[in-house]
């Protein structure tokens, strides 16, 4: 831990403000200075999850355009706290909560709470473009804790996929990141956020192999 990884955090938290703030009125724009950002942070930063030589070659991380009907203003329903546990690729187990669930037009998925200190919502997912298009593992929609929030009220969240974005063990199998619960599995093709490029595809089958356990900040 250092405190460039704080300044990681601080600037993530900064993006995901920005959305709360400006996406429904400039969806678009508010889209492109995200994308844009997160793409400065890849290259550029000390914490970044790419690797010191994947950095040098990074020319941008790979999206589909905005789908704006893959935006969504869920009800929250809430349920009785069940224990769960994630698992990651290296067999790290994540403990979480099951604290309730939304229904979406493609598909429900349960709400998490991370059950470590200060915890945070935590909203997997794996649609049917999983392995092919996007990681094989899933991707996140909102990871509250490590400031990945894109809104709502007392009993909704907002969900925007045009914001899904891979965990940091898609990019380099160093990474230890939670991955998502069978439940979370949609069988639909979600073609929005972030997609796999043609070379990406090599890491699936390098995060197989054993590596260096390290905390994933994707």
Not at 49 to 63: E, I, N, V
Not at 101 to 129: A, H, M, Q
Not at 159 to 181: M, T
Request: hydrophobic fraction near 40%; include cysteine.
């Amino acid at each position: 831990m250092s405190l460039t990884l704080l300044d990681w955090r601080r600037t993530v938290a900064a993006l995901y403000a920005d959305v709360r703030a400006s996406s429904a009125e400039d969806p678009d724009g508010t889209l492109f200075r995200f994308r844009a950002a997160r793409d400065t942070l890849f290259r550029n930063h000390p914490d970044s999850p790419l690797a010191p030589a994947a950095r040098r070659a990074f020319t941008g991380l790979p999206y589909w355009p905005r789908d704006p009907a893959l935006r969504f203003e869920a009800t929250f329903e809430p349920c009785q706290s069940e224990p769960r546990t994630a698992r990651s690729i290296l067999g790290d187990e994540f403990p979480l909560e099951l604290i309730g669930r939304v229904r979406l037009p493609i598909g429900d998925l349960e709400v998490y709470w991370i059950v470590v200190y200060g915890g945070g919502i935590f909203v997997p997912f794996r649609d049917s473009t999983a392995g092919s298009e996007t990681y094989g593992a899933g991707r996140y929609l909102l990871d509250t804790i490590k400031g990945a929030d894109l809104g709502g009220s007392s009993d909704r969240l907002t969900l925007d996929f045009n914001y899904a974005y891979h965990p940091s063990c898609a990019h380099d199998p160093r990474w230890s990141c939670p991955l998502a619960p069978h439940a979370n599995r949609l069988e639909v093709a979600v073609r929005a956020g972030e997609r796999l490029a043609g070379l990406d595809r090599v890491v699936i089958q390098a995060a197989d192999q054993p590596a260096e356990v390290a905390e994933g900040e994707g």
